[in-house]
């Protein structure tokens, strides 16, 4: 099985940009899909891309699709968020989350990092 731990996340001011990272340890990295997900204050966890193993294939949330970009580079067994012209409702904790699919299915994710805070002011 794979641990993740995410990093990047911060306090930063709306339309700025951060990049969140998400390394991956004890297993082959890309034999897994990735998938960020975030989970706003008092609200439900909500998914916003995944990624194929190979990089190769991405998903996007219609909330995100065009702002933010995700990648990953397995040598370095790290999956990446870009995220741009953030707004004050990007406030949330992010999510790695490593399983078989990279689609929108919450459940479908088997490993899941513990979460970096993004604080969005306005």
């Known amino acids: 099985q794979v641990q993740l731990t995410e990093s990047g996340g911060g306090s930063v001011q709306a339309g700025a940009s951060l990049t969140l990272s998400c390394v991956g340890s004890?297993?082959?990295?890309?034999?897994?899909?990735v998938g960020w997900i975030r989970q706003p204050p008092g609200k439900e966890r909500e998914f916003l891309a995944g990624?194929?193993?190979?990089?190769?294939?991405?998903y996007y949330a219609d909330s995100v699709e065009g702002r933010f970009t995700i990648s990953r580079d397995n040598a370095r067994n790290t999956a990446f968020l870009q995220m741009n012209s953030l707004k004050p409702e990007d406030t949330a904790v992010y999510f790695c989350?490593?399983?078989?699919?990279?689609?929108?299915?919450?459940?479908?994710?088997?490993?899941w990092g513990q979460g970096t805070q993004v604080t969005v002011s306005s």
């Open positions: 989350a490593a399983g078989p699919f990279y689609g929108s299915a919450l459940d479908g994710y088997d490993y």
């Open positions: 004890g297993d082959t990295f890309s034999k897994y899909s």
């Open positions: 990624i194929g193993g190979s990089g190769r294939a991405t």
